[in-house]
């Protein structure tokens, strides 16, 4: 039987320090496949780890939100002229700490097909319930009345659903089918949508959604994925005691920054 394949595609923007980035890369090597990993580059870096595919970032793709979105797409364009079986979007501020993230959500995918994204969707890794309000306000407007004054964008976001559901965006993985589906609908090449305000992984949620499939559970307690919006969702030791695969973000824990964050990862889960 042959091993599973995996792309990891990460967007690094300007303001990122290169430590850091270089950091959430090397762990790329905890998952334990064979890996495309894919730079979306929209910093002024020009060296990059050896094997990285660097892809530019659009021009007129600024910021985060819908720019965000579409820079995303172009990473995960350019990962699908690889072969692998499962994508995993991941943020600078993510990191990889061990393996089994791959296998498990191949194994997912394969029990239901129409499963397209694994993530934190209604259940975070604390197992509070998630809300979709902000992102379900956000996506009406743009689709209504306060769409008018941005018309292309209005045109893209009324051709999705606009309930809100989505997976975090700091780490979410897709199926192979599904990325194929947004390309082939042109959500992945949907330039319109870098005037989004609406978050990337809210545009990404909905996206999937327009294309038939489904969002699933994979950050509830005992999941691969440890994902919060803001800061870690415990300590980092008791975050490698959970057995979770890959967490976000790094970025703060109680009075520890992102430095010391990353240190104690290194020292839990060393690379190479």
């Known amino acids: 039987m042959t091993p599973p394949r995996a792309a990891v595609v990460v967007p690094v923007g300007p303001s990122v320090p290169a430590e850091f980035v270089d950091d959430t890369l090397a762990s790329?090597?905890?998952?334990?496949?064979?890996?495309?990993?894919?730079?979306?580059?929209?910093?002024?870096?020009s060296r990059w780890p050896a094997s990285t595919v660097v892809v530019p970032a659009p021009v007129g793709a600024p910021g985060g939100q819908g720019g965000l979105f579409v820079k995303l797409g172009a990473g995960?364009?350019?990962?699908?002229?690889?072969?692998?079986?499962?994508?995993?979007r991941l943020d600078t501020d993510a990191l990889v700490l061990r393996s089994g993230l791959v296998s498990s959500a191949v194994s997912r995918f394969a029990a239901d097909p129409s499963l397209g994204l694994l993530g934190a969707v209604r259940v975070g890794p604390d197992g509070g319930a998630r809300s979709f309000g902000p992102a379900r306000a956000l996506l009406r407007?743009?689709?209504?009345?306060?769409?008018?004054?941005?018309p292309a964008v209005r045109r893209a976001v009324r051709a999705l659903p606009r309930d809100g559901v989505h997976g975090l965006g700091g780490a979410y993985v897709l199926s192979r089918r599904c990325a194929s589906a947004l390309?082939?609908?042109g959500w992945l090449s949907c330039a319109a949508l870098a005037g989004s305000r609406a978050?990337?992984?809210?545009l990404m949620g909905a996206a999937v959604r327009a294309c038939g499939f489904s969002l699933g559970e994979f950050s509830r307690p005992g999941d691969p994925l440890a994902v919060r919006w803001v800061g870690l969702p415990a300590s980092p030791?008791?975050?490698?005691?959970?057995?979770?695969?890959?967490?976000?973000?790094?970025?703060?824990?109680?009075?520890l920054g992102e430095a010391d964050v990353r240190a104690q990862f290194r020292a839990l889960a060393p690379v190479g």
């Open 141 to 150: 407007a743009e689709a209504g009345w306060r769409g008018l004054r941005r």
């Open 183 to 185: 390309d082939a609908a």
């Open 199 to 202: 978050g990337e992984d809210h």
């Open 237 to 255: 030791a008791s975050v490698w005691e959970s057995g979770a695969a890959v967490t976000h973000s790094v970025r703060s824990w109680g009075s």
């Open 28 to 45: 790329v090597e905890r998952l334990g496949v064979p890996t495309t990993l894919v730079v979306v580059n929209d910093s002024d870096r």
């Open 76 to 88: 995960i364009r350019r990962a699908l002229a690889d072969d692998w079986d499962v994508l995993l």
